[in-house]
């Protein structure tokens, strides 16, 4: 599935996306407000997500059914 991010701080934002193991499955960075991000072709399950903007990290939980 896919979904979008959206953050309010200007700049870049780096995103990593890591499984319920603790493996980095992607990364990479938004130069906007928005970005979207497909996981089709990962395994169910739940993952993590990281923003981390102006040195401030902000970790969400999503699951992929």
Do not use: H, R, W
Not at 12 to 32: H, P, R
Not at 34 to 44: I, M, R
Not at 46 to 53: D, F, S
């Amino acid at each position: 599935g896919s979904f979008t991010i959206e953050t309010t701080a200007t700049g870049k934002a780096s995103i990593e996306i890591y499984d319920v193991l603790g493996n980095k499955v992607k990364a990479f960075e938004q130069n906007g407000l928005k970005s979207t991000v497909d996981l089709s072709g990962y395994p169910k399950g739940m993952y993590m997500i990281n923003v981390i903007t102006n040195g401030k990290k902000v970790s969400k939980k999503i699951i992929l059914e």
